[in-house]
């Protein structure tokens, strides 16, 4: 049984920082491309990044670019979302979702998911 596990929120300032980790069990990480999505109270779900499952190539959303990076340690079966100059449009609960297929960041792609962390970015 595929589970994502997802942990790392918070309350943080717009210019900070956040962690978020994606740790995975019933299958191993490497063989499944990885993404971020993140949904703000009365919006759609959007996607983030997405890493493929070699971990050569990175999705972005542009309004994450120069900000957002996705990284992945295999033998812990763990994907992180590091966040800097957060913003307080950056808002939302963020989930993590697996594929084993190419990376993308449509969210009706994922079939598998966690149940979400909350980020709020406010001063």
């Known amino acids: 049984q595929l589970q994502l596990v997802e942990s790392g929120g918070g309350l943080v300032q717009p210019g900070g920082s956040l962690s978020l980790s994606c740790v995975v069990s019933?299958?191993?990480?490497?063989?499944?491309?990885i993404a971020w999505f993140r949904q703000a109270p009365g919006k759609e779900r959007e996607g983030v990044l997405c890493t493929s499952s070699s971990g050569s190539s990175t999705n972005y959303a542009d309004s994450v670019k120069g900000r957002f990076t996705i990284s992945r340690d295999n033998a812990k079966n763990t994907v992180y979302l590091q966040m800097n100059s957060l913003k307080p449009e950056d808002t939302g609960v963020y989930y993590c979702?697996?594929?084993?297929?190419?990376?993308?960041?449509?969210?009706?792609?994922?079939?598998?998911w966690g149940q979400g962390t909350q980020v709020t970015v406010s001063s």
């Open positions: 019933g299958f191993t990480v490497e063989n499944y491309a």
């Open positions: 979702a697996a594929r084993s297929s190419f990376c993308s960041l449509n969210k009706y792609r994922f079939g598998s």
